[in-house]
């Protein structure tokens, strides 16, 4: 008799994910000593990492939990448009967390009506993870992290993961034939732009340009970290593609439902001139890690790309924003006109 365990994981590799591995919640315990690692290594990061602290206490909300249900699925098979490409990251242009109209997004409610309809009771969070999504995909045999962070299965780094809380008691553990990351290997740490992944499986999460282009990053004209985030708008991508145990995975060869219409405003020049109501409707949903009150955070991120790579025929831009409706928009492209001689 086939086992609810080796139902669910033969619906998820049936519905296209990659890996499916069950785990007992006491496998989980180790996550609490690594967030304390991480902060002791970097002390200032403790405010980041309190948020945190919900995922280590996640049995005081879900006390009936038993098992973990740990997935994972490639997003290296789609396109991404030119325009956007090394601008935004690839993770934040693909997420399916929310997105309703992508086939990943559709296959998660699939999987678990499907365990439901097996009288298993569930629980996740789809946007930020139910547990530590990493450390949970390691214990289920899903794949490795590597000396960037970022989680690895035989497609790359390239993967979300997902996590159902169940009511059941159930294991089933996957098994992966990764070779580790290559002796000697630093390509990732000499790459990040600001230096915040400053040691093998180390990072200062404020200092990293995903976090300061969404939720940090909020007064880059007196931050000196500001020059170093290059032509990077929302999120970055240079530690996964510089690194040896991504080569080739990248495939790219199939359309993400709406993204290249939605690509083209995501340039610097409609981002700069976007009306609010346009980035409430189309952007910040997609885009969620800033809030809908936020496009001016958008809009400094595009200025301070102006800056850094900044042109001629940036000028007009630039003036424009110095009339901005949002003050800090104002305040930087005035900064910007000075430095350049636009004034």
């Known amino acids: 008799m086939v086992s609810i365990a080796h139902k669910i994981k033969q619906k998820a590799l049936e519905l296209g994910y990659e890996k499916c591995g069950i785990i007992s919640v006491e496998k989980l315990g180790g996550y609490k000593e690594k967030l304390e690692e991480r902060i002791q290594k970097i002390p200032e990061s403790g405010g ?69 309809e097996l009288g298993v009771k569930t629980a996740t969070n789809r946007k930020f993870g139910v547990v530590g999504l990493r450390w949970a995909a390691m214990q289920a045999g899903l794949g490795l992290v590597r000396r960037n962070n970022f989680f690895y299965t035989e497609s790359g780094s390239y993967v979300n993961i997902e996590a159902f809380l169940t009511d ?127 496009l001016w955070k958008w809009q400094i991120n595009a200025l301070n790309y102006i800056d850094n790579v900044y042109e001629d025929k940036y000028r007009t831009l630039v003036l424009e924003a110095c009339s901005s409706a949002y003050p800090k928009v104002r305040d930087m492209a005035n900064t910007i006109s000075q430095k350049h001689g636009l004034l």
Not at 171 to 200: F, G, V
């Open 48 to 116: 980041f990492y309190q948020g945190q602290q919900r995922l280590v206490k996640f049995q005081e909300e879900f006390p009936w939990a038993k098992s973990v249900v740990v997935l994972a699925v490639p997003y290296c098979g789609y396109h991404i448009p030119k325009v956007v490409r090394g601008h935004i990251a690839k993770k934040y242009l693909l997420d399916t967390r929310i997105d309703e109209n992508t086939k990943e997004y559709q296959n998660s409610t699939a999987l678990e009506k499907y365990m439901n």
């Open 168 to 294: 059941r008691d159930m294991e089933l553990i996957d098994t992966t034939e990764l070779p580790p990351c290559p002796q000697n290997c630093d390509r990732c740490i000499k790459a990040c732009p600001t230096a915040s992944l400053c040691e093998a499986y180390t990072m200062n999460p404020l200092k990293c340009v995903s976090f300061l282009t969404t939720f940090g990053g909020r007064d880059l004209t007196k931050d000196p970290l500001a020059a170093k985030l290059g032509d990077w708008i929302y999120g970055c991508d240079v530690c996964q593609d510089v690194c040896p145990m991504n080569h080739q995975k990248w495939i790219g060869n199939e359309e993400f439902p709406g993204l290249a219409e939605l690509s083209d405003t995501l340039t610097v020049e409609h981002i700069l001139r976007m009306d609010e109501q346009y980035y409430k409707e189309r952007i910040q949903p997609k885009f969620f890690y800033l809030a809908p009150d936020e």
